[in-house]
């Protein structure tokens, strides 16, 4: 999928674009590339959407392809997500999300996702600023492992899924590394009505088994307030990643 403008490229009223490897499929997912002046996903539910259900095989696992975004002056994502992912059942990879822009912004929420529910690799999300970053309102970055949820009981607060012998449905793979880099302003702020932070977060959750990847932040300066994180952690079988923050001017948290 390809989509070029000269000026404005504008995703509303949930609209999306996708490319997915479906159940019992071989194969490999194309890539997702957008690229304009500005680009703005505006709407609860639009979204760019990468991902595979694909049953490869061990040696050959299927490969959801990768979400590469350019803009020359602004990205603004409004409750919107990217997501790239390894579906539950599914051997195979994520692909990367690739983000090069002047100005990027995520509010209400909005998420940039590499995660695997299946058996393979979430992908590793890469961003660069010319100017500045912000993440506010429970928006993230955020690379996982996951155990598979059961939503039927109780949907705010989900359970992980267990199979016929009562063991747990989970995630097997490494989270993907995070790498951002901002010539001038880094931004995270606050959460969303239910707690979640804004900021960059690596992790294995509970029951899945993996290692989380690195985080790398470069940036002129770097702004973290009212519950933001910057994490990598592991709450299941395997290691939490190291993170790397390379700031130029100054460092404000509070």
Do not use: C, H
């Amino acid at each position: 999928i390809s989509v070029k403008a000269s000026d404005l490229i504008s995703f509303e009223a949930k609209s999306n674009a996708t490319s997915q490897v479906e159940d019992k499929a071989d194969g490999n997912g194309g890539n997702i590339e957008i690229s304009a002046k500005n680009i703005n996903f505006n709407t609860k539910g639009s979204a760019l959407n990468s991902s595979t259900k694909g049953k490869g095989q061990e040696g050959n696992p299927s490969q959801a392809g990768n979400i590469v975004v350019k803009a020359s002056e602004n990205i603004n994502l409004d409750n919107s997500n990217f997501f790239s992912q390894v579906n539950a059942g599914a051997i195979g990879n994520a692909g990367n999300i690739e983000i090069e822009t002047g100005n990027l912004s995520l509010t209400n929420g909005s998420l940039l996702l590499s995660n695997t529910t299946g058996k393979g690799n979430a992908g590793n999300i890469n961003v660069k600023a010319k100017d500045n970053i912000v993440l506010s309102g429970g928006s993230l970055f955020i690379s996982s492992v996951d155990p598979l949820l059961d939503y039927s009981k109780n949907p705010n607060s989900p359970e992980p899924k267990l199979d016929d012998q009562g063991n747990l449905k989970v995630g097997e793979g490494n989270a993907g590394n995070i790498n951002i880099q901002v010539r001038d302003r880094a931004v995270f702020d606050g959460t969303d009505i239910d707690g979640f932070p804004s900021g960059i977060l690596d992790v294995i959750r509970k029951g899945a088994r993996g290692n989380s990847g690195k985080i790398q932040l470069k940036a002129g300066s770097l702004s973290m307030t009212n519950g933001a994180v910057v994490q990598t952690k592991s709450e299941g079988e395997g290691n939490s990643g190291d993170i790397t923050i390379d700031v130029r001017d100054d460092i404000f948290l509070d």
